[in-house]
């Protein structure tokens, strides 16, 4: 049998590492070579988790289920299975909870279980289970204080240009000017182009797009056109 008794300090308040480790999928994310399974009818769900035991790697697949007393943020955790091959099953049970720390804004997080093995590896385990555990409580740790110190981050909405508020100019301030829209050429440039258009419109077969105001000026232009 191997046995579990763990206190994690974590700088940040209860009811934050609370929220994370009574979440399933947070918690497995904070395990290496953990995985989460399909969930079932009863609440429980299947999960994986692959253990190094020196040269051997072996992968544990478990049906696990969770209790909660969200009051006074305790857990129980149990599971059952066995490893891939069937050669060793093991039975687990857990308890947790998480109380204030020592200073404002920090938590413990107290652990104790106990895993019970049987089969060909049980033996082997075991006799490596003590650095293991301490390696993976180590890993868990760090995990752990790392996404119960990261916050929701605000959804920023983009502001499209059509709806951005321009700030005020401060008092004193000279105002921006906008820049003007240049004005329609006029005089004899004008004239120039609406009688280029004209011609290249009659060589195509085409009727000449005349803007307004620009007939008389056209004709004026040819018939001035000796002149200038």
Do not use: Y
């Not at 544990?60 to 060793?88: K, N, P």
């Not at 996404?147 to 909405?157: A, K």
């Amino acid at each position: 049998m191997i046995s579990i008794t763990e206190e994690i300090a974590i700088p940040s308040p209860p009811e934050r590492v609370w929220e994370v480790i009574s979440d399933p999928s947070a918690v497995v994310a904070c395990i290496g070579g953990a995985e989460l399974g399909p969930s079932h009818d009863d609440g429980s769900f299947d999960g994986t988790l692959a253990i190094r035991f020196g040269g051997l790697r072996v992968t544990f697949g478990a049906r696990v289920s969770l209790d909660l007393d969200e009051e006074g943020r305790e857990g129980r955790l149990t599971a059952r299975g066995a490893d891939g091959q069937g050669a060793t099953r093991f039975s687990a049970g857990a308890t947790f909870r998480v109380v204030e720390g020592d200073a404002p804004g920090t938590s413990r997080v107290f652990c104790d279980g106990e895993i019970k093995l049987s089969g060909k590896l049980a033996k082997l385990i075991e006799s490596g289970a003590g650095m293991v555990v301490s390696r993976m409580t180590r890993e868990f740790t760090e995990q752990l204080v790392g996404m119960c110190g990261r916050t929701s981050e605000p959804v920023t909405t983009a502001v499209s240009e059509a709806h951005a508020v321009t700030a005020p100019e401060p008092s004193g301030a000279a105002p921006v000017p906008t820049p003007a829209t240049p004005p329609r050429p006029t005089g004899l440039l004008a004239r120039l182009r609406a009688w280029w258009a004209g011609r290249r419109s009659a060589r195509r077969g085409q009727l000449p797009h005349v803007a307004p105001g620009s007939e008389n000026a056209s004709g004026e232009a040819l018939g001035q056109g000796g002149r200038r």
